[in-house]
């Protein structure tokens, strides 16, 4: 029997069944069944994604923050908020990845950041291809 995929409600995680597979990496084992989940880091594959992935600097204020939210919403992409304002450490932050620009939205996977201040839907898609979430 092959292996039968099936998409997630997230738009970045493929799961696999498959009663034999034994390249799953990470497999549970149900009725004989295994669920591996199906990625790689490899350029144009999808990776494990949670909401934690994805971490937005922002304030109250902000029209682009506002905006980058609503595109990352209706895509399916959830993210941790992080408001600058209420958070000394995260506006220190924001400063030291931006030059010593107080610049919001600062959008931060990993170890990558990028301020989308001037908000273009270009620049969010870039960023998001670079991590294989768009």
Partial sequence: ????????????VTFALN?????AKESI?????FVKCVF???A?????YNKNMIKMYTT???PDCTAAKSVLKKRGLEFNEIN????????????????GKRSVPTLVIGEDAVSLSGFSRAKLDVFLQKHNLA
Avoid at 1 to 12: F, G, K, R
Wanted: net charge negative.
């Fill in 60 to 62: 109250t204020w902000c």
């Fill in 40 to 42: 790689s880091h490899t």
């Fill in 29 to 33: 084992s149900a009725k004989g069944w």
């Fill in 19 to 23: 009663p034999t597979n034994s390249e």
């Fill in 1 to 12: 029997m092959s292996p039968t995929s099936y998409q997630t409600a997230l738009p970045c």
């Fill in 44 to 48: 144009g594959s999808r990776v494990p």
């Fill in 84 to 99: 600058i304002e209420q958070d000394d450490a995260a506006a220190q932050y924001v400063m030291q990845v931006n030059g």
